[in-house]
């Protein structure tokens, strides 16, 4: 009976080890994205966390997403659906540019 619940344990656990994969961090420090480009898969999730004693936003140069305002410590998400290339900035600093790369 143990190894039958040891082995649907791993089971269960695998999709939501699968998703962290898929998952990519971005922290914004200094007036910078780091990094500032990144290649995640066809649905995967971008998380920006604002680590920056300013607040920010993070802003699609195509306009397919844009954050709120990101305090200290806030974070914001994107889950990419479609495969290509985009490029963001900070809606408050423009100068603050990062790219991402999503691949099929």
Same mark, same amino acid.
């Given at each position: $009976?143990?190894?039958l619940?040891?082995?649907? !344990? ?5 999709? =939501?080890?699968?998703q962290?994969? %898929?998952? @990519? #961090?971005?922290?914004? %420090?200094? +007036? /910078? +994205?780091?990094?500032? /480009?990144?290649?995640? &898969? *066809?649905?995967?999730? @971008?998380?920006? !966390?604002?680590?920056?004693? $300013?607040?920010? =936003?993070?802003?699609? !140069?195509?306009? =397919? +997403? *844009? !954050? ?8 914001? =998400?994107?889950? +990419? /659906? #479609?495969?290509? #290339?985009? /490029? ?5 600093? &423009?100068? $603050? ?5 999503? *691949? &099929?």
């Open positions: $009976m143990r190894p619940l040891a082995a649907l !344990s791993i089971v269960i656990a695998l999709p =939501s080890l699968c962290a994969a %898929d998952t @990519v #961090e971005v922290h914004i %420090d200094n +007036f /910078t +994205f780091v990094p500032a /480009t990144i290649t995640v &898969p *066809k649905g995967g999730t @971008v998380v920006w !966390s604002n680590r920056d004693d $300013m607040v920010h =936003s993070v802003v699609a !140069s195509d306009a =397919s +997403f *844009k !954050s709120a305002p990101l305090d200290t410590d806030d974070r914001y =998400s994107h889950t +990419f /659906t #479609e495969a290509g #290339e985009v /490029t963001y900035f900070c809606g408050l600093h &423009p100068q $603050m540019i990062g790219h991402i790369v999503v *691949k &099929p």
